[in-house]
């Protein structure tokens, strides 16, 4: 199994948690503890769970955290949305989270094809 630093997705999603964070410093100090909070931990459980599935022994196991991910990506979509709704994102910033969101998502699911077909064939 390779090591989280060798998969391009992991590297997407590291550079994803760091615009998100970039994009909340500016968040209103009462969110703090709210919004700020859980679109943060939602761009890092990506990033992580990416991380911990690749440290484990079975493919099938390793999917399971890649789908994980891909409900953390799934969570911070939701969090953009919200934050521009409540005025706090504008427009184009959750844009971008979206873009980079969605190209994350689609490398995790091109990996879960791709160790989905080698264990098909074993």
Do not use: C
Not at 44 to 51: D, K, R
């Amino acid at each position: 199994m390779k090591s989280h630093h060798d998969l391009k997705v992991w590297h997407a999603s590291i550079q994803l948690a760091i615009s998100v964070y970039g994009l909340t410093r500016k968040f209103p100090d009462e969110e703090r503890y709210g919004l700020t909070s859980q679109i943060r931990r939602a761009a890092i459980s990506i990033a992580s769970n990416i991380a911990e599935g690749s440290a484990r022994q079975g493919t099938k196991e390793f999917i399971h955290f890649l789908y994980i991910a891909v409900g953390s990506a799934n969570e911070l979509d939701t969090h953009a949305e919200i934050g521009k709704g409540v005025g706090i994102i504008t427009s184009a910033e959750a844009d971008l989270v979206r873009q980079d969101m969605e190209e994350v998502l689609k490398m995790l699911h091109g990996l879960i094809r791709s160790l989905k077909s080698k264990t098909a064939r074993r």
